[in-house]
């Protein structure tokens, strides 16, 4: 090491005192560096520092060694330079969380009814208490009781108090899991740096200015650098600069490499000058934190209900600065990515919610009505009574109470719970995900997964080990069954064939020494090339003197890999100035470029067509249907006499060549997949296969997992195939002819990322079938990003995958295993089941107490259920049951039963016969107890008591039963089907156990404890007896209703439906607009509801309305915007939506302004489902 001058001893010979002395060059200098581009760039570097090595002098690092790695210099390099970090947003302090919960419309209301009871019950008028005012004041109260008027509304405040710490707890732990996840998330990020001359891989936040960084195909960049030597280097910007072609990377043209964005294309190294908040991506984030701010203080923010829909990003800067304006001006050039569907359940929650608010509105409001109205015709009408002002506050008192009693049938309607439910359910199941090798990015997704009916898979690493080896070769016109012995080989020949792989191949791909002893050798990089590479170590030979001679600067011109090469090409300079080409590549593409071949003696020899042909049939074929994947390598001396060659036509360079050996290369099938795939087809789930091998390898593989079965008449198609059969004359892909092929296909063999994204959306878009199709798909390589962004459920490979595709992707899969993906199946439709046996509980709650309170209160003018009384019924059951519901542990037998698809009801005619059964059960009893009660048990009748009357036995009875009937109803809701054993697993479950437990310990302090807050008195043990009687009764009744079978009851309607066909307008159908889509249409309406409560409904579903049947199609605003943006949006949107001023939105005019292109307020709205 003592020979690199560019490594400095750490005994640094410059003060210490100013620190950017350290180094040649300062860290300003090198930001206004990286904000030039191209030429200007170029210039740049040649005039200020001479050249890219000028740089890495000043930087003190070596282009070929990099840095020393000592603690020291790094420690300099952060002080001087920063660190690789970019520091994520505030989180919300638990009070900003409590505020926003405190936004909830229907606290609100309970609030305002609180104080102003309690306002009243403080004020006693002088005289209030004559006869003039009538009955209504009289009665048996005593002075005590008349204080104790102030602690209803007392006991209100502290029930919503309750209610907002708990939700805002919720909230604040689910962002504290988050911010765990999106750490793992990014340590898990490693790049590759060089470091002593050694190439090893280090986490992201320790890449320091200075260091050697090598990039390849697939990866996201770290931070900002400037290019050493690059090979065919192309690299997407378009998170930087919305452009969608790829910019060419070179030391002559444009050397500047930038943080975040992709390498399409080729390899490199380069020189990191910027890191952190001070790369391109850090600038933008510091830009959008600041706007962000002031921002903040202007809107006020608004709760949004996320509970149902929420989304990991990873801090990556996407389309970060587009501002909106830009979209109001002109439909800017973007890269068109589709913006996905809401998932199926959120669109479904999202409408019954809907529905179930309007419902809970409309009666809430017809028993205020009522009571109002009884009371002014009783008192007024009946006994002729005058207003008298000094009765004003009494009469107020009771409208007060009226007011309160309404407030409560809507508390009790809406379903509070359901947010709170799908979140603990999604969230339980994450964390469980995590120890079946699943990584959730985006929580929708888990669910989604479990109404998949599709899984499109990649062969390699996901049905394979990925771990290639050759096992057959054809040298020299011998087919070898096993790896020859090397001296079965021409000496020559042999030697070409080593220096071929060796050269043309990534310097990065390596095979190391095992980890433990006697255990496999490890490969690094490409898996392909390894095998290639561990042929070489086969034939004894050894790769790496090699390339330690011919060093990558060496080479002249590298072609790389690509998908639709699917070869790869690395010219050298010869000594006499001719050049050599070493060439590999997929046998059938390759060989069609091949005019020569090497003999037995190693001599070329011509290479006809009709000779190919027999190739094919005699040894590629025969290989391929073994299951291997066979490569052919090649070469072509391009001679000094006929000067340097076009580089750039890439057809005649690749061409004549001469071909060296086809080799086929094994790719064990996993294990485990057989069983695998067995269950998805069991569960209803059809598996394909789409991959790039031929199409004889890929049947083969298909045949061993169990995807094609023998004996059945399914299609394997390759890609060229595949596309003739969809396409019409023009080349358009047609519905019609894909729906034609796609039933049956199950293997796609050589097909593009275009093919595997074709096939994707056309399954998904397809109306054939009984029910639309939920598609996953699995992908490693960036290409497979477009197909990973458009599947519903997209899994990248954790261990395999590029940064990419895992940016694209739901969920990685840490141990790239397709066993994985039936766990998550498994996962997925646990969550959606959780979700039901929810609703059924809790809509049963609802329904019982709705009427209750409702007939109660016109019947007896006062709600048999006080408003303390509800709240806990409401809050503590609603929130401890989906607790105890939405944890239960998956069973096997989920996977037992056909996926429920996109358009299956939330609530199945099942339960909905669950549903209503149970209610009519819990209604008999409560009025037989309402009206009966005293007589059974021999007590006061609690109706018609005066105000401010202590709390009577009778109602704390009804009170009581109505608990208990929940509590045993609890575990009812277990099942979903119809099964007969309730308990059947309930031990798993502790939660379940413990909050069952819990409840009913509570119920027994509040009511021999609870007092005048909770409206209960003390009860007798006999009473308390015969109130878990009649609760043991929920359990024999519902054995009675399961035994009732569902089909007889066809008027049952079953509700919480998907989206259906007939409900999409026409045009929204057609290809060309982009896919606005009614899930997320309803879900705007739910969250609008939620925010803005209920006294506006109308109004804003006017302009959701006209977002809806708008035609013009949105550009570009339909995507995932990158986080942080997309909160600021969620603000302005739900503001834009709710308040009356912009009702204007609502004429179609001004939604087509400008080309189709929203105004934009409404773009912003467009996207705020998306997070």
Same mark, same amino acid.
């Given at each position: 090491?003592?020979?690199?001058p560019?490594?400095?001893?750490?005994?640094?010979?410059?003060?210490?005192?100013?620190?950017?002395?350290d180094?040649?060059?300062? $860290?300003v200098?090198?930001?206004?560096?990286?904000?030039?581009?191209?030429?200007e760039?170029?210039?740049?570097i #040649?005039?200020?520092?001479?050249?890219?090595?000028?740089?890495?002098?000043?930087?003190?690092?070596s282009?070929?060694?990099g840095?020393?790695?000592?603690?020291?210099?790094?420690?300099?390099?952060?002080?001087?330079y920063?660190?690789?970090?970019i520091p994520?947003?505030?989180?919300k302090?638990?009070?900003?969380?409590?505020w926003?919960?405190?936004?909830d419309?229907?606290?609100i209301?309970?609030e305002?009814a609180?104080?102003i009871?309690?306002?009243?019950?403080f004020?006693?008028?002088?005289?209030?208490?004559?006869?003039?005012?009538?009955?209504?004041s009289?009665?048996?109260?005593?002075?005590g009781?008349?204080?104790?008027?102030?602690?209803?509304g007392?006991?209100?405040?502290?029930?919503?108090?309750?209610?907002?710490?708990?939700?805002?707890?919720?909230?604040?732990?689910?962002?504290k899991?988050?911010r765990?996840?999106?750490?793992?998330?990014e340590?898990?990020?490693k790049?590759?740096?060089?470091?002593k001359?050694?190439?090893?891989?280090?986490?992201?936040?320790?890449?320091v200015?200075?260091?050697?960084?090598?990039i390849?195909?697939?990866?996201?960049?770290?931070?900002d650098?400037?290019?050493?030597?690059?090979?065919?280097?192309?690299?997407d910007?378009?998170?930087?600069?919305?452009?969608?072609?790829q910019?060419r990377?070179s030391?002559?043209?444009?050397?500047?490499?930038l943080?975040?964005?992709?390498?399409?294309e080729g390899?490199?190294?380069?020189?990191?000058?910027?890191?952190?908040l001070?790369?391109?991506?850090g600038i933008?984030?510091?830009?959008?934190g600041?706007?962000?701010? @002031?921002?903040?203080?202007?809107?006020?923010?608004?709760?949004t209900?996320?509970?149902?829909?929420?989304?990991?990003?990873?801090?990556?800067s996407?389309?970060?600065?587009?501002s909106?304006?830009?979209?109001e001006?002109?439909?800017v050039?973007k890269?068109?990515?589709? =913006?996905?569907?809401?998932?199926?359940?959120?669109?479904?929650?999202?409408?019954?919610?809907?529905?179930?608010?309007?419902?809970?509105?409309?009666?809430?409001?017809?028993?205020?009505?009522?009571?109002?109205?009884?009371?002014?015709?009783?008192?007024?009408?009946?006994?002729?009574?005058?207003?008298?002002?000094?009765?004003?506050?009494?009469?107020?008192q009771?409208?007060?109470?009226?007011?309160?009693?309404?407030?409560?049938?809507?508390?009790?309607a809406?379903p509070?719970?359901?947010?709170?439910?799908?979140?603990?359910?999604?969230?339980?199941?994450?964390?469980?995900?995590?120890?079946?090798?699943?990584?959730?990015?985006?929580?929708?997704?888990?669910?989604?997964?479990?109404?998949?009916?599709?899984?499109c898979s990649?062969?390699?690493?996901?049905?394979?080990?990925?771990?290639?080896?050759?096992?057959?070769?054809?040298i020299?016109?011998?087919?070898?069954?096993?790896?020859?012995?090397?001296d079965?080989i021409?000496?020559?020949t042999?030697?070409t064939?080593?220096?071929?792989?060796?050269i043309?191949?990534?310097?990065t791909t390596?095979?190391? /020494?095992?980890?433990k002893?006697?255990?496999? /050798?490890?490969?690094?990089?490409?898996?392909?090339?390894?095998?290639?590479l561990?042929?070489?170590?086969?034939?004894?030979?050894?790769?790496q003197?090699?390339?330690?001679?011919?060093?990558?600067?060496?080479?002249y011109?590298?072609?790389?890999?690509?998908s639709?090469r699917?070869?790869?090409?690395?010219?050298?300079?010869?000594a006499?100035?001719g050049?050599? $080409?070493?060439s590999?590549?997929?046998?059938?593409?390759?060989?069609?470029k091949?005019s020569?071949?090497l003999?037995?003696?190693?001599?070329?020899?011509?290479?006809?067509?009709?000779d190919?042909?027999?190739?094919?049939?005699?040894?590629?074929e025969?290989?391929?249907?073994?299951?291997?994947?066979?490569?052919?390598?090649?070469y072509r001396?391009?001679?000094?006499?006929?000067?340097?060659?076009?580089? @750039?036509?890439?057809n005649?360079i690749?061409?004549?060549l001469?071909?060296?050996?086809?080799?086929?290369?094994?790719?064990? %099938?996993?294990?485990?997949?057989p069983?695998?795939?067995?269950k998805?087809?069991?569960?209803?789930?059809t598996?394909r296969?789409?991959?790039?091998?031929?199409?004889?390898?890929?049947?083969?593989?298909a045949?061993?997992?169990?995807?094609?079965?023998?004996?059945?008449d399914?299609?394997?198609?390759?890609?060229?195939?595949?596309n003739?059969?969809?396409?019409?004359d023009?080349?358009e892909?047609?519905?019609? #002819?894909?729906?034609?092929?796609?039933?049956k296909?199950?293997v796609?063999?050589r097909?593009?990322?275009?093919?595997?994204?074709?096939?994707?959306?056309?399954?998904?878009?397809?109306?054939?079938?009984?029910?639309?199709?939920?598609?996953?798909v699995?992908?490693?390589?960036?290409?497979?990003?477009?197909?990973?962004?458009?599947?519903?459920?997209g899994?990248?490979?954790?261990?395999?995958?590029?940064?990419?595709?895992?940016?694209?992707s739901?969920i990685?899969?840490?141990?790239?295993? +397709?066993?994985?993906?039936?766990?998550?199946?498994?996962?997925?439709?646990?969550?959606?089941?959780?979700?039901?046996?929810?609703?059924?509980?809790?809509?049963?709650?609802?329904?019982?107490?709705?009427?209750?309170?409702?007939?109660?209160?016109?019947?007896t003018?006062?709600s048999?259920?006080?408003?303390?009384?509800?709240?806990?019924v409401n809050?503590?059951?609603?929130?401890?049951?989906?607790?105890?519901?939405a944890?239960?542990?998956?069973?096997?037998?989920?996977?037992?039963?056909?996926?429920y698809?996109?358009?299956?009801?939330?609530?199945?005619?099942?339960?909905m016969?669950?549903?209503?059964?149970?209610?009519?059960?819990?209604?008999?009893?409560?009025?037989?107890?309402?009206?009966?009660?005293?007589?059974?048990?021999?007590?006061?009748?609690?109706?018609?008591t005066?105000?401010?009357?202590?709390?009577?036995e009778?109602?704390?009875?009804v009170?009581?039963? +109505?608990?208990?009937?929940?509590?045993?109803?609890?575990?009812?809701?277990?099942?979903?089907?119809g099964?007969?054993?309730?308990?059947?697993?309930v031990?798993?479950?502790?939660?379940?156990?413990?909050?069952?437990?819990?409840?009913?310990a509570?119920?027994?302090?509040?009511v021999?404890?609870?007092?005048?807050?909770?409206?209960?008195t003390?009860l007798?043990?006999?009473?308390?007896?015969?109130?878990?009687?009649?609760?043991?009764?929920?359990?024999l009744?519902?054995?009675?209703?399961s035994?009732?079978?569902t089909?007889?009851? =066809?008027?049952?309607?079953?509700?919480?439906?998907?989206?259906?066909?007939e409900?999409?307008?026409?045009?929204e159908?057609?290809?060309?607009?982009?896919e606005?889509d009614h899930?997320?249409?309803?879900?705007r309406?739910?969250?609008?509801?939620?925010?803005?409560?209920l006294?506006r409904?109308q109004?804003?579903?006017?302009? %959701?309305?006209? +977002?809806q049947?708008?035609?013009?199609?949105?550009?570009?605003?339909?995507?995932?915007?990158p986080? %942080?943006?997309?909160?600021?949006?969620d603000?302005?949107?739900a503001?834009?939506?709710?308040?009356?001023?912009?009702?204007?939105?609502?004429?179609?005019s001004?939604?087509?302004?400008?080309?189709?292109?929203?105004?934009?307020?409404?773009?912003?709205?467009?996207?705020?489902?998306?997070?």
């Amino acid at each position: 090491m003592a020979n690199n001058p560019a490594d400095h001893p750490p005994g640094n010979s410059v003060a210490e005192g100013n620190h950017e002395g350290d180094f040649g060059v300062a $860290m300003v200098d090198l930001r206004t560096l990286m904000e030039l581009r191209s030429t200007e760039a170029v210039n740049k570097i #040649r005039d200020t520092y001479g050249d890219v090595q000028g740089i890495c002098r000043r930087l003190k690092t070596s282009p070929i060694e990099g840095l020393s790695g000592n603690p020291v210099d790094l420690e300099k390099r952060h002080t001087a330079y920063g660190q690789n970090f970019i520091p994520p947003k505030k989180p919300k302090t638990f009070l900003q969380l409590v505020w926003e919960a405190l936004q909830d419309v229907t606290l609100i209301i309970l609030e305002i009814a609180a104080i102003i009871s309690l306002g009243l019950s403080f004020y006693h008028p002088p005289g209030g208490d004559s006869e003039a005012c009538g009955a209504s004041s009289g009665g048996v109260e005593d002075e005590g009781e008349a204080q104790a008027g102030w602690i209803e509304g007392a006991a209100i405040l502290f029930s919503v108090i309750i209610v907002v710490l708990v939700t805002a707890f919720n909230d604040w732990s689910k962002e504290k899991q988050f911010r765990g996840l999106q750490s793992r998330i990014e340590q898990e990020q490693k790049f590759t740096v060089i470091r002593k001359g050694q190439v090893i891989q280090i986490p992201v936040a320790e890449i320091v200015v200075g260091d050697i960084a090598q990039i390849k195909y697939g990866d996201l960049l770290p931070a900002d650098g400037i290019l050493i030597q690059g090979n065919d280097l192309k690299i997407d910007e378009s998170s930087l600069t919305g452009e969608s072609d790829q910019v060419r990377k070179s030391m002559e043209k444009d050397p500047m490499l930038l943080s975040g964005t992709h390498v399409m294309e080729g390899s490199g190294r380069m020189v990191v000058s910027a890191v952190g908040l001070n790369s391109q991506t850090g600038i933008i984030f510091t830009l959008l934190g600041a706007s962000e701010n @002031d921002e903040e203080k202007k809107v006020k923010k608004t709760k949004t209900q996320d509970g149902i829909a929420l989304e990991i990003q990873p801090l990556k800067s996407e389309e970060a600065a587009e501002s909106e304006e830009k979209e109001e001006v002109k439909p800017v050039k973007k890269v068109n990515v589709t =913006k996905k569907e809401k998932s199926v359940l959120q669109g479904k929650l999202t409408r019954l919610a809907v529905q179930i608010g309007k419902a809970g509105l409309i009666m809430s409001a017809v028993t205020v009505i009522i009571l109002i109205l009884y009371f002014v015709i009783d008192t007024f009408g009946v006994q002729g009574r005058q207003w008298l002002a000094e009765c004003t506050p009494i009469y107020i008192q009771y409208f007060v109470k009226f007011f309160i009693i309404g407030v409560t049938v809507l508390v009790v309607a809406v379903p509070e719970g359901l947010p709170l439910a799908v979140t603990i359910s999604l969230a339980y199941s994450v964390k469980k995900m995590m120890k079946d090798n699943n990584l959730v990015r985006h929580l929708d997704a888990c669910e989604t997964m479990g109404n998949a009916t599709a899984i499109c898979s990649d062969k390699t690493g996901t049905l394979t080990m990925n771990r290639m080896t050759v096992v057959q070769a054809y040298i020299g016109d011998t087919h070898y069954k096993t790896v020859p012995e090397p001296d079965a080989i021409k000496p020559e020949t042999l030697e070409t064939m080593v220096n071929s792989i060796s050269i043309n191949s990534a310097y990065t791909t390596k095979i190391l /020494p095992p980890e433990k002893e006697g255990g496999l /050798p490890r490969h690094v990089g490409n898996k392909t090339e390894c095998a290639l590479l561990g042929l070489v170590l086969e034939l004894k030979r050894d790769y790496q003197p090699i390339r330690d001679e011919v060093p990558e600067e060496k080479l002249y011109k590298v072609y790389t890999f690509n998908s639709s090469r699917k070869s790869m090409s690395t010219v050298l300079k010869n000594a006499d100035g001719g050049f050599r $080409m070493y060439s590999k590549g997929a046998s059938e593409i390759v060989l069609r470029k091949c005019s020569r071949i090497l003999d037995a003696q190693g001599q070329p020899r011509v290479f006809k067509p009709k000779d190919r042909d027999e190739m094919v049939r005699k040894v590629i074929e025969p290989m391929a249907c073994d299951g291997l994947r066979t490569i052919c390598v090649a070469y072509r001396d391009f001679p000094a006499e006929a000067g340097e060659p076009d580089w @750039d036509a890439e057809n005649d360079i690749l061409n004549e060549l001469t071909c060296i050996a086809v080799v086929g290369i094994e790719d064990p %099938v996993r294990p485990e997949v057989p069983e695998a795939i067995a269950k998805c087809q069991r569960a209803g789930i059809t598996v394909r296969m789409v991959t790039g091998d031929n199409i004889n390898t890929a049947r083969a593989i298909a045949t061993k997992c169990g995807i094609l079965l023998p004996g059945e008449d399914f299609l394997c198609l390759e890609g060229k195939e595949f596309n003739q059969q969809i396409r019409n004359d023009k080349g358009e892909v047609e519905q019609e #002819r894909l729906d034609k092929v796609w039933p049956k296909l199950r293997v796609l063999a050589r097909s593009s990322p275009t093919d595997k994204h074709t096939l994707v959306k056309g399954i998904i878009d397809s109306t054939v079938g009984e029910t639309r199709q939920v598609v996953a798909v699995t992908g490693d390589g960036t290409n497979d990003g477009p197909a990973l962004k458009k599947a519903d459920v997209g899994f990248a490979m954790g261990i395999a995958g590029t940064d990419v595709a895992k940016e694209a992707s739901d969920i990685i899969l840490t141990d790239d295993n +397709f066993t994985s993906i039936v766990k998550a199946v498994m996962w997925g439709r646990n969550v959606y089941d959780s979700i039901s046996k929810f609703l059924q509980f809790q809509l049963t709650v609802n329904v019982v107490a709705v009427i209750v309170a409702f007939t109660g209160a016109c019947i007896t003018q006062d709600s048999p259920l006080k408003a303390v009384q509800m709240l806990w019924v409401n809050l503590i059951m609603d929130t401890l049951a989906s607790l105890a519901l939405a944890t239960e542990p998956p069973t096997e037998s989920l996977l037992l039963r056909k996926p429920y698809g996109r358009d299956k009801p939330l609530i199945s005619r099942t339960m909905m016969k669950n549903i209503l059964g149970h209610a009519v059960y819990q209604l008999v009893i409560i009025f037989t107890l309402l009206f009966a009660g005293e007589n059974f048990f021999d007590i006061d009748s609690g109706r018609n008591t005066p105000l401010h009357s202590p709390p009577s036995e009778h109602y704390t009875i009804v009170f009581n039963v +109505f608990v208990m009937m929940q509590l045993f109803n609890e575990i009812n809701a277990r099942k979903i089907h119809g099964e007969r054993n309730v308990f059947e697993g309930v031990y798993r479950n502790p939660i379940f156990c413990s909050v069952v437990l819990g409840t009913f310990a509570l119920q027994i302090v509040i009511v021999q404890f609870g007092g005048k807050p909770f409206s209960c008195t003390a009860l007798t043990i006999d009473q308390w007896l015969w109130c878990v009687f009649i609760g043991v009764g929920e359990l024999l009744w519902g054995q009675l209703i399961s035994a009732i079978p569902t089909h007889h009851l =066809k008027f049952l309607k079953e509700a919480g439906h998907g989206i259906t066909k007939e409900e999409i307008p026409e045009e929204e159908l057609n290809e060309g607009t982009d896919e606005i889509d009614h899930a997320e249409m309803e879900l705007r309406r739910g969250q609008i509801l939620w925010f803005r409560g209920l006294n506006r409904i109308q109004t804003q579903m006017d302009v %959701v309305y006209t +977002f809806q049947t708008s035609q013009a199609a949105v550009p570009g605003a339909l995507r995932r915007q990158p986080s %942080v943006v997309s909160q600021h949006n969620d603000a302005t949107a739900a503001k834009t939506l709710s308040s009356p001023t912009h009702i204007g939105l609502s004429s179609s005019s001004s939604l087509t302004n400008s080309g189709g292109a929203l105004p934009p307020a409404a773009a912003a709205s467009s996207s705020t489902a998306g997070n």
